[in-house]
């Protein structure tokens, strides 16, 4: 009986622990909060869609993002930071992700991002001895970090997203635990200098990791995550260092695999070591990754030495060990075998070999199609070509027996008409006196010489009659009419070349956006053969250095040429020449629309003049066919903090600065739109008055429309409040505003309850009273309507 209430004393009191230890769980788990992560840098136009809203908003340094919410990045990459955690994050040009999960709290951290498309380099902070949480999905791929240098690409055309570790262990695993034939699947695990390739769908025990091909690597990556991987090599070192000084450990002990290793769970494992000196090799293999990589970005011209060599420098001043610095003149090779289970490679080569034989008849059978196709179309084309000649020759036939009937019926024409002249002639000769006879053909006579002495011929037999004046005329003369003389043919006019610009050109532009145009000409019924070229030439108004500004431009869907502005103007051709010289030239007929497109990031705030011209000649020299001059504003916006105004519900204060030059002129509004809802679901806010006041005089007040809009264009009086001095600089305080708004009313004349968000918009009023520009970024501010007892 004792030891029975003793066992039930011990089962009480462990399930006390594990209460307590459950209440404590479920403490820490509610503690849990949200986390965001700041864009450090962007390097072109980039754009934001939050969480819950289709709208996209433009991307600047020192934004904050938070879960839920997509970063797209477009002509330039962009820096991502955790700063809690110290992760970064580095994208490359056409690059989305998005923020999945980001919370933490006083144990444990948990970060999750899914790179949709595009390129990134990820430097997470060390997670082998950590309880957070850092994944990265890609298409139909998980990776779970646990440790802190690695790079993934996703491939354009295919999708196919290949991961390359730099230092740490990457486990790939599929999105769905059950996704691969109703079973789960086995993680592959990368270790430091392997790559793998990631089929979407098909089991990643299925997919064997290889070497690093460096050479492939560079040539896919984009200059920014090259840069990452260079500038983050003392930590790739330290860390690949702390593993091999790990696995020597365990070699001591007698086991092969690193810790954590899934081998014995018979997933796809490469790794191998089986005495210290192949440990020894893995290391100097791993020691010399980076520098290969930089003397391959060297080679293929992906990073220019004006620029790498700085850079070099800057990251061997942080490394002390001199056999780890990187010297582009002294690289030791890199080799993708070393530190890989032989049996695995060789399997590995095998199904590469069967694969490579597999893609080489496929690729027969597609060339075989497309001759096959090439063929029909050849064939089609000749029965086309015939047929048009055909069609061609029965039309000119057509057309010649119209002219043949035309002539025909002008002789019949004629000759009817001059028996009718003649009949008339003798008619009225009939009804003419003996003597006024006379006076006829002395005048008839005389008509004659005078054709015989200005023309030195004879007169030709008239076509139509002379008629005299009547007998009874004032004159009594009877001069016959004279036929009037032919204009000699006139050239017709040329036909007018024009210059053809999309109706949406950007003629004012935020700071650090992409000023991009699309545009052609109008040639009419000119010749459509003739050869031209296109010069498009940006120059500063307020002599601003335009010589390192980068351009690029479209012909059609195809991007043609990229480089950097010059003062001489960028000569844009059909297609990219070897080299730095030019292309094949247009034809006028190739231009007709507005097929090209282009595209620059004007440096500073200030007025430029873009100048497109129409160039004939094969040097792109002499007098333009055509010459358009457009003016171009690049501004700078203003940035709000909202806070709320202690003893009030709806109020707020906001505190607007200028981050740029604003005229004193400029005529300040605030664009609003109101909204009524949470959880995705919202409608529109009407009859909604809002109120803006500046040092207690109200300079705007509007009310919300049917869609919840209204635009709160500022008094004439109210100036730029202070924002800018009278020279347009910033001033250091800004202008603090207040911001009221009173909700429409139920039928007992009070708020309507519910959640309601306002986003705003500063902007610029233009010439035209219907066009706003936007000053800066949007901004929210949400209010709460509890419902009343």
């Not at 570790?165 to 109703?182: D, E, L, M, R, W």
């Not at 990031?601 to 358009?628: F, H, I, M, N, S």
């Amino acid at each position: 009986m004792r030891r029975g209430k003793s066992c039930w004393k011990m089962v009480s009191s462990t399930l006390i622990l594990l209460l307590a230890g459950s209440a404590a769980w479920t403490t820490q788990a509610s503690a849990d909060s949200a986390r965001s992560m700041t864009i450090s840098r962007i390097d072109g136009p980039a754009y934001i869609q939050q969480s819950g809203g289709a709208l996209r908003i433009q991307a600047y340094p020192g934004m904050l993002l938070h879960e839920g919410d997509t970063l797209v990045t477009e002509s330039g990459g962009a820096v991502l930071s955790i700063q809690d955690e110290g992760d970064e994050i580095t994208l490359a040009p056409n690059s989305e992700i998005r923020i999945k999960v980001l919370t933490g709290g006083a144990v444990q951290s948990t970060t999750k991002l899914e790179l949709m498309s595009g390129q990134a380099y990820t430097s997470v902070h060390d997670l082998r001895e950590s309880r957070d949480v850092f994944e990265m999905d890609v298409p139909g791929q998980k990776l779970e970090v646990r440790g802190t240098q690695f790079f993934v690409i996703i491939n354009p055309l295919t999708g196919t997203p290949d991961v390359v570790a730099g230092a740490g262990v990457v486990k790939v695993s599929g999105t769905n635990p059950q996704s691969f034939a109703g079973k789960a699947e086995s993680p592959v695990t990368l270790y430091p200098a392997q790559q793998i390739s990631l089929t979407p769908g098909v089991d990643p025990s299925l997919q064997t990791p290889t070497g690093v091909d460096i050479s492939d690597l560079v040539h896919q990556a984009s200059p920014d995550i090259i840069k990452a991987i260079i500038q983050n090599k003392a930590q790739i070192d330290r860390e690949n260092q702390e593993l091999i000084e790990q696995q020597k450990k365990q070699l001591e002990q007698g086991q092969s695999k690193p810790s954590g290793s899934s081998a014995s769970n018979g997933s796809n494992d490469l790794f191998l070591v089986s005495q210290l000196d192949d440990l020894q090799k893995i290391q100097q293999n791993l020691n010399v990754l980076v520098g290969n990589v930089a003397k391959e970005a060297s080679s293929q011209g992906k990073i220019e030495k004006s620029k790498l060599d700085p850079l070099i420098e800057q990251v061997n001043r942080g490394i002390d060990d001199p056999n780890g610095k990187i010297d582009l003149g002294n690289v030791r090779p890199f080799d993708p075998t070393v530190g890989l289970d032989p049996q695995q490679e060789a399997k590995r080569k095998e199904q590469e070999k069967v694969q490579q034989e597999l893609q080489k008849k496929i690729q027969e059978q597609i060339q075989q199609q497309q001759q096959q196709i090439q063929e029909v179309l050849q064939q089609q084309q000749m029965q086309d070509i015939l047929l048009q000649q055909q069609m061609q020759q029965q039309f000119q036939a057509m057309i010649d027996n119209i002219l043949k009937t035309i002539a025909e019926l002008q002789q019949a024409n004629q000759k009817a008409a001059e028996q009718r002249a003649t009949q008339a002639v003798i008619q009225y000769q009939q009804q003419l006196s003996t003597e006024e006879m006379k006076r006829f053909e002395e005048e008839v006579r005389r008509r004659n010489q005078e054709r015989i002495q200005m023309g030195g011929q004879q007169p030709a037999a008239p076509t139509q009659p002379i008629v005299p004046t009547q007998p009874n005329s004032p004159s009594g003369s009877m001069t016959p009419p004279v036929k009037p003389p032919v204009d000699p043919p006139v050239d017709p006019k040329p036909v007018e070349i024009k210059a053809v610009f999309s109706p949406d050109f950007p003629e004012q532009v935020p700071l650090h956006s992409s000023h991009k145009f699309t545009f052609g000409f109008s040639s009419g019924q000119s010749n459509q053969e003739t050869k031209v070229k296109v010069r498009v030439t940006y120059r500063s108004k307020t002599d601003i250095n335009l010589s390192e500004t980068d351009y690029t431009y479209w012909y059609g869907e195809d991007a043609i040429k990229e480089g950097q502005l010059s003062p001489d103007g960028i000569v844009i051709t059909k297609e990219a020449g070897p080299g730095e010289e030019e292309g094949e030239d247009f034809t006028l007929g190739e231009l007709n629309g507005t097929p090209i497109t282009f595209a620059t990031r004007l440096p500073e705030v200030g007025d430029y003049q873009v100048k497109v011209e129409l160039l004939k000649d094969e040097e792109a020299a002499g007098d333009p066919l055509v010459t358009v001059t457009k003016e171009v504003h690049v501004f700078d916006g203003l940035s709000t903090e909202v806070n709320p105004i202690e003893g009030t519900d709806l109020d707020r204060t906001l505190k607007v600065k200028a981050g740029g030059i604003l005229l004193p002129e400029t005529a300040v509004g605030l664009k609003v739109s109101l909204r009524r809802g949470s959880n995705g679901e919202f409608e529109p806010v009407a009859g909604a008055q809002f109120k803006l006041l500046h040092n207690d005089e109200d300079i705007a007040t509007g009310e919300t429309n049917y869609t919840g809009m209204r635009n709160l264009l500022l008094e004439p009086s109210a100036g730029t409040l202070g924002l800018v001095d009278e020279i347009g600089n910033p001033t250091s305080e800004g202008a603090s505003l207040t911001l009221q708004v009173i909700l429409p009313l139920n039928e007992v004349e009070i708020p309507i309850p519910g959640e309601y968000t306002a986003e705003l918009q500063w902007v610029r009023q233009t010439g035209d009273i219907e066009k706003f520009i936007p000053l800066g970024q949007a901004f929210k501010v949400h209010y709460t309507v509890p419902p009343t007892l």
